[in-house]
């Protein structure tokens, strides 16, 4: 998969504290997720409509939802 163009994003819940988190981008129908302390390492890739439900249920699951 090739990610040179995609647009690399943070969750708002980061921060700038510079902890460990992830990197989320699209590249065509697919997700792509990298370490963010590690932008050149290995990327995970996943078919967008199960990033939707992973994230959906992590919606669904959290203590810390507002």
Excluded: H
């Excluded at 990327?43 to 939802?65: H, I």
């Amino acid at each position: 998969m090739d990610v040179t163009a995609t647009a690399w994003r943070t969750s708002t819940y980061s921060g700038d504290n510079g902890g460990t988190c992830i990197e989320v981008g699209t590249t065509g129908p697919t997700v792509a997720v990298r370490d963010s302390q590690d932008q050149d390492g290995p990327q995970l890739a996943f078919a967008a409509t199960a990033w939707q439900a992973f994230t959906n249920q992590l919606k669904a699951t959290s203590p810390t939802q507002p």
